[in-house]
């Protein structure tokens, strides 16, 4: 039997749990939020033990050089000494500069109150009322946005922090955040490349990030975003994207996708994905971007590779819920 010590007491893991799970069954107050390993907002010390490399594949070799692992995917082999990693991704305070419905969306800016380093494309993690977390895409560019942070929160039904963030956050509270975090971001270089951006509901987050990225960067391959939505409220940016493909109508291609009944002639009828891959079946050379709901992510990730496009310039970000 494996066993954690936490502040000084020894606790038996149970069968198949990981060290998350134990510690939140024995009352432990810790941070957590998507229990997936992608957030790391339950990253934790081993001072004894080995967490196993699960664990600690996604972190950097400073944090891993550290001890540090991710308890919500860690099953251990050995008994651990776990300790709070305190220092690592300090919270920030920003200020909410704007709220903007779009339909079931939540345009939401926010001004770090001290600059932060950001790519488009990468994630914060938002500390609601009670301590709980919850990580978005970071949709703005700091070059062109003055630094504020631009999220894109989907109203979720009964979603606890989704639903504070659009009914209860007011214009000009206090809204602190951490991070950021994540590599979905536009390579700098290559910019001859054609790209590819597959998104559905606010999955369109970070994909609208990345390509007003790649424009500002110069970018002068081909750049097809392909948007998918239940119905054309969903596609919360469709006047913005559809302005900016009559701005630069040889480079830039923009594919509204509707996959429920209701289908507007300006519309695809059907998954983003499939009418993406349906329109290039060969990504040889191709970079690619895929966010949103995560068996779509999965699912599309597999595809995108077998038409061609190298595994390293897959990007991906899967919006995984908290259970
Ligand atoms: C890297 C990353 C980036 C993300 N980026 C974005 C983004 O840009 N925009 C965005 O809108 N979202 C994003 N998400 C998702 C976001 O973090 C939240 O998970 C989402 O907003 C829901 O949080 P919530 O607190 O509102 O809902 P929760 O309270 O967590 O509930 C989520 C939904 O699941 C159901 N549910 C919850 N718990 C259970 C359970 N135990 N059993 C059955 N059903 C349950 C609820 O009814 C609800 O419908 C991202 C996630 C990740 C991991």
Redesign the pocket.
């Known amino acids: 039997m494996t066993r954690i010590t936490w502040q000084g007491q020894r606790y038996e893991l149970q069968e198949g749990e990981t060290v998350l799970e134990a510690l939140l069954r024995i009352g432990a107050s810790v941070p957590y ?2 229990r ?1 390993g ?2 790391q907002t339950c990253m934790m010390r081993a001072v004894a033990g080995d967490p196993g490399e699960a664990s600690r594949h996604r972190l950097s070799e400073e944090q891993r050089a550290r001890g540090a692992f991710l308890p919500c995917i860690c099953h251990p082999q050995t008994d651990l000494e776990l300790a709070p990693m305190q220092d690592e991704l300090p919270i920030m305070a920003t200020t909410v500069v704007s709220k903007t419905p779009l339909g079931d ?1 939540l345009r939401l800016r926010l001004a770090p109150r001290k600059p932060i380093s950001f790519r488009a494309g990468q ?1 914060i993690n938002v500390h609601a009322e009670d301590g ?1 977390v ?4 970071i ?1 703005s560019v700091p070059t062109l946005d003055d630094g504020v942070l631009e ?4 109203r ?8 504070w963030l659009h009914e209860v956050l007011r214009e000009g509270d206090e809204l602190c955040v951490q991070g950021p975090l ?1 590599e979905c971001c536009y390579v700098l270089g290559e910019t001859q490349r054609p790209l590819l951006l597959i998104g559905t ?3 369109l ?2 994909l609208w990030g990345i390509l007003r990225d790649a424009l500002h960067n110069g970018h002068t391959g081909p750049i097809y975003l392909y948007h998918g939505s239940r119905d054309a409220e969903g596609l919360y940016l469709h006047d913005e994207l559809c302005a900016l493909e009559a701005m630069r109508p040889e480079q830039f291609h923009y594919i509204p996708c509707v996959s429920g009944p209701n289908v507007s002639p300006d519309c695809r009828s059907g998954r983003a994905s499939d009418a993406a891959l349906a329109d290039h079946s060969k990504l040889t050379g191709w970079r690619v971007y895929v966010c949103g709901h995560p068996q779509m992510v999965e699912e599309t990730r597999r595809s995108v590779f077998l038409a061609g496009a190298r595994i390293a310039d897959i990007h991906t ?7």
Do not use: Q
């Open positions: 939020s998507c997936s992608v957030c969306v994630f709980v919850r990580s978005y895409s949709a999220l894109h929160v989907r979720l039904p009964d979603g606890r922090v989704s639903t994540g509901g606010s999955g987050a970070p970000d899967a919006f995984t819920l908290s259970r």
